[in-house]
Every structure is written in structure tokens, then in C-alpha cells.
């Protein structure tokens, strides 16, 4: 079993810079890869970032490309995600993820947090 937690949302206008934090906790962190993914009201869950076990690798969906770095720290059992140049668009809760692979899609995956909203304002 893996625990994962979310924090650092916030609202903030857009062009701004929010830091999303992801802790867990459990069995061995460094053995899971990691993503986010957000789902906006009245939307299905999107893919955002994916991270492999060691950060070697990384995944980003286009609409976020340039935008956002996805990281991890296996000594702190802990995954971020940067975000800069938010968009109204990027309004949504976000939710970290953990399985043995870097996914894209949200079915694949076993653990998930509980979710931490990001509200973008024009």
C-alpha cells in the first residue's frame, strides 16, 4: 500500500506560479513512478505530468508542455509539481498517482491522493 497526499493548491491569477507537493508514505516510494493528473467540473480526469522511479524520465501532456516541471525527491518520499504561466484553463483539482510504470492514463493506476484544487483567475 501506498498513501499519497497533496499540497500547495491555491488560487491565483493567471500568469502566476503555484507549487503542488506530493508526500507519501508506505511502501518503498523510489519503486513508483508517479504523475499528476487534474479533472476540472463536469470533465473526465486528464493526464498532466508522469515521472519514472529514479526522475530520469519525464512526461508531460502538450497542454502543459513549457509550462510545467514535474520532480521528485526519493529521499523525501515526496513529488512536485511546478507550475508558472497558469492559464484559467488549468483551473481544476489535481491529483497525484503512483504504479510500478509511468502511465498516461488514469486507469492504470492503484494509489491516488485525495486531491488539492487549483483555482486560475483571468
Known amino acids: 500500500q501506498v498513501q499519497l497526499v497533496e499540497s500547495g493548491g491555491g488560487s491565483v491569477q493567471a500568469g502566476g506560479s503555484l507549487r503542488l507537493s506530493c508526500a507519501a508514505s508506505g511502501r518503498t516510494f523510489s519503486s513508483y513512478a508517479m504523475a499528476w493528473f487534474r479533472q476540472a467540473p463536469g470533465k473526465e480526469r486528464e493526464f498532466v505530468a508522469a515521472?519514472?522511479?529514479?526522475?530520469?524520465?519525464?512526461y508531460y501532456a502538450d497542454s502543459v508542455k513549457g509550462r510545467f516541471t514535474i520532480s521528485r525527491d526519493n529521499a523525501k518520499n515526496t513529488m512536485y509539481l511546478q507550475m508558472n504561466s497558469l492559464k484559467p484553463e488549468d483551473t481544476a483539482a489535481y491529483y497525484c498517482?503512483?504504479?510500478?510504470?509511468?502511465?498516461?492514463?488514469?486507469?492504470?493506476?492503484?494509489?491516488w491522493g485525495q486531491g488539492t484544487q487549483v483555482t486560475v483567475s483571468s
Open positions: 515521472i519514472n522511479w529514479s526522475g530520469s524520465s519525464t
Open positions: 498517482a503512483a504504479d510500478p510504470l509511468p502511465y498516461t492514463r488514469p486507469s492504470k493506476y492503484d494509489y
